[in-house]
């Protein structure tokens, strides 16, 4: 009978002393990357940054910059948590309506949760189903593309998985960073103080605290402080994204690429999705935000695109009318009264911009709306006050801070 011979006690110190010097370099990596984006505050769970966003005295703005910020998550964070009487549904090109707008109504900004038609038929299933809170009035805006026919079926973002939670975004983060040469930036983030370039607003995420720039507890959208100091200087309308908007138009890139036809499926599923919510007690006013004027014109004069641009003005605004929903269309900043200088770019208008409109939407609703409980003179006061036609206020900067911005500016530019 054989006998196997059990590992003497001191050859078990010998593999453990040589595993951890084999796996010391790993696990330095790894904590280093772990550590950065928690001390930066990229690394925070949506619901926790949105807990803390709403629990802090002063405002604190959240912005991530080595992993998603996925909207859809964070933004339904913060509907839940909030649980409005008014909210703001839509992407990007709504981000700038504002709580102190409709004081003394309870508000959140969920600008950029919705993407396509797909996310507005979910977010009004959810409603339905008592899977999120149910506002009194939703302010829906409704783009082009989302009504635009399209290769595929457009998936849902109102379920996607926080990166925050997923160690393996961290490592695919990490990686990127040194493939793009950041690796430097990464380890700074050690170091960080979680304060914006600005005077007493506190930041979450790394791009928030280098840029001053991310979503308010109310789920609005803070521009960068220097890129509002600047158009205040010079008020010029200036089309900020890259590529600029007319570009895409006129090359027919990304939102306005073929085929370019008008989708009157989205659109059916667009306007089902208006009527569950007003089945489920809510006011709905539907907003159809505007493009620069020579974006607009663009859009009017393409052979191609002028087609699909008419049906959505035309045909399909009165199919929206015909839910029961109020609809407020602003081809351009004319539609109330102003010009290009109130549009961050091609097609996002400004906070100053969307408080116009909503005084627009609150001039025309009826008697029983909910836009008639808001304080119409606050509002026209900040408008008549406002700092620059982008802004109510343009935050400051001590010297120091500018110089950091213009630099970071010019690194990204550069990269």
Do not use: C
Not at 135 to 144: G, K, W
Request: avoid cysteine.
């Amino acid at each position: 009978m054989s006998h196997v011979t059990p590992p003497s006690r001191s050859g078990f110190w010998t593999f453990l002393v040589r595993f951890a010097v084999f796996a010391a370099p790993v696990l330095l990596v790894l904590g280093v990357v772990k550590s950065a984006l928690w001390v930066s505050g990229d690394a925070w769970p949506a619901a926790m940054v949105v807990s803390h966003q709403q629990n802090a005295e002063a405002e604190v703005i959240y912005s991530r910059d080595f992993l998603s910020e996925h909207f859809g998550v964070y933004k339904r964070a913060g509907v839940t948590a909030s649980a409005p009487e008014v909210v703001v549904l839509g992407s990007s090109r709504v981000m700038q309506f504002r709580a102190e707008m409709v004081a003394p109504l309870s508000f959140y900004n969920a600008g950029g949760m919705l993407q396509n038609a797909t996310d507005l038929t979910e977010y009004a299933s959810l409603v339905a189903r008592g899977a999120l809170p149910t506002p009194r009035l939703a302010l829906i805006s409704v783009d082009p593309w989302w009504v635009k026919r399209s290769d595929g079926e457009a998936r849902s973002h109102l379920h996607d998985s926080d990166d925050a939670l997923n160690p393996g975004a961290h490592i695919d983060a990490f990686r990127y960073a040194l493939r793009e040469g950041r690796g430097g930036e990464w380890l700074a983030l050690l170091t960080t103080s979680r304060t914006a370039p600005q005077d007493e607003v506190k930041a979450i995420g790394s791009f928030a605290i280098r840029r001053g720039q991310g979503f308010r507890r109310d789920g609005s959208f803070q521009y960068s402080p220097l890129l509002l100091r600047e158009a205040a200087a010079d008020p010029r309308f200036v089309d900020r994204e890259s590529p600029p908007i007319i570009e895409r138009i006129r090359s027919r890139q990304l939102a306005f690429a073929p085929p370019v036809a008008f989708d009157y499926d989205k659109a059916t599923a667009v306007t089902d999705a208006l009527r569950s919510l007003r089945e489920s007690g809510i006011e709905v006013w539907v907003y159809l935000p505007p493009f620069s004027t020579e974006s607009e014109e663009a859009l009017r004069d393409d052979p191609i695109l002028r087609r699909w641009w008419e049906v959505y003005l035309g045909p399909f605004a009165e199919q929206l009318a015909e839910t029961g929903a109020s609809v407020i269309s602003t081809p351009t900043p004319e539609a109330v009264g102003l010009d290009d200088r109130y549009m961050i770019d091609g097609f996002h208008p400004s906070e100053v911009m969307s408080g116009h409109t909503l005084l627009q939407m609150m001039e025309q609703a009826p008697d029983a709306s909910l836009l008639r409980e808001i304080d119409a003179e606050n509002l026209r006061a900040m408008l008549r006050e406002a700092e620059t036609p982008l802004a109510f206020e343009v935050p400051t900067l001590t010297p120091e801070a500018e110089t950091a911005l213009r630099e970071e500016r010019q690194r990204s530019r550069r990269s």
